[in-house]
């Protein structure tokens, strides 16, 4: 055995293993993330809004490479679309794409408390 080698192998996993969450982007989606069920896509292209002041939830919402998090305060108000329920790393969220792009993920279990669903008029109008 190389031990040079070998050392050079162990660094460079571990300098992958730490810096991967930073490669994570919050704008795209990433390819391997699991679908939580890809045939019950209810909600998925829906807007939605952001309900004020509930921030008695368990978890709070956060950029999909945990680098960033918010709070439903800093969120009251702001507007996204559903891009899909997904498996992640802490269990299954909703993954929203903010109007600035960014791609946030929200507890399942909390989805429904703090959005509501926005109603598209110029679709139900025909127009």
């Known amino acids: 055995v190389n031990y040079p080698n070998s050392r050079y192998i162990l660094l460079t996993c571990l300098f992958i293993t730490a810096c991967t969450r930073f490669l ?53 108000e702001q507007t996204g ?4 329920e997904y498996l992640l790393a802490g269990g299954e969220y909703y993954i929203i794409r903010l109007e600035n792009e960014k791609l946030i993920k929200i507890s399942s279990k909390d989805f429904l408390i703090v959005t509501n669903f926005i109603i598209d008029t110029s679709k139900v109008n025909g127009g």
Request: charged fraction near 25%.
């Open 81 to 84: 679309k559903v891009e899909g």
């Open 24 to 76: 994570v982007s919050d704008t795209i989606l990433p390819e391997q993330v699991i679908q939580v069920v890809p045939e019950h896509i209810l909600y998925d292209g829906r807007s939605i809004i952001f309900l004020p002041t509930l921030n008695n939830q368990k978890e709070i919402p956060s950029s999909i490479s945990g680098r960033k998090k918010y709070t439903y305060d800093n969120l009251s």
